[in-house]
Structures are given as C-alpha cells and as structure tokens.
C-alpha cells in the first residue's frame, strides 16, 4: 500500500495524488493538518532519506518560526519534524519499505508504474 503524506492544499501533494489517481493507483492519505507522524515514523523516514530532502527550509513555517536563525543540525531538525509536520517537505509518500519526497512526474512514473 502507498501512503501520501502532507496536506490537501499544497501544491505538490495535489500532483502527486492527481498522478495516483490518472494512474488508478489507490492510495491512503495522511493529513498533516490533523495528525503528527509519530517520532519512530520520522526516525525510519530519516533512515530512508537524508533529512536535508525531508526538513523544508524554504517553507512559509520554517521562515514563521525563524529556524534559520537557530542553524539547526540534524538532530535538531529532527526534533523539530516531530512536533510540527508542517515543516516536512512534502509529500511524503510511503511504499515498500521505501520513502520518496516531493513531486517529480518523471521519477514517479519509474517508481510507480
């Protein structure tokens, strides 16, 4: 099963699961509006994925928040994606014990199809 994590009003995450859908690909959804991934999912993500890719630097909440001022590590980061997932970058999609980040149409035909 393939999880797409982020939210419905974000660019990105309406491609990906445009893409899904065009491709009669079922998905589940996981918003990051109303729930928080818990510390062991973004532990394993960060195992699967650099958390450079994972931690959105460019986002409006990072630059709310002034992170760029605190010149986090990857722990830091880390603690940070545990208690606000809307510093993720998204979407993040879940499949086969794999992780994949953000929306690129010709990696996901690959991937995907």
Do not use: H
Not at 23 to 36: A, L, M, P, R, S
């Amino acid at each position: 099963m393939i999880t797409v994590y982020g939210i419905k009003t974000c660019g990105s995450v309406q491609k990906a699961l445009k893409f899904f859908k065009e491709n009669n690909i079922e998905v589940d959804f996981f918003d990051f509006k109303k729930d928080t991934p818990s510390a062991e999912k973004v532990k394993d993500w960060t195992a699967k994925s650099d958390i450079n890719i994972l931690f959105n630097s460019k986002g409006t909440k990072y630059k709310t928040l002034q992170l760029k001022e605190l010149n986090l590590d990857e722990n830091g980061k880390y603690e940070w994606l545990c208690k606000e997932p809307m510093l993720f970058k998204r979407p993040v999609i879940e499949f086969d014990d794999k992780v994949v980040v953000a929306f690129d149409e010709e990696m996901y035909k690959k991937t995907f199809l």
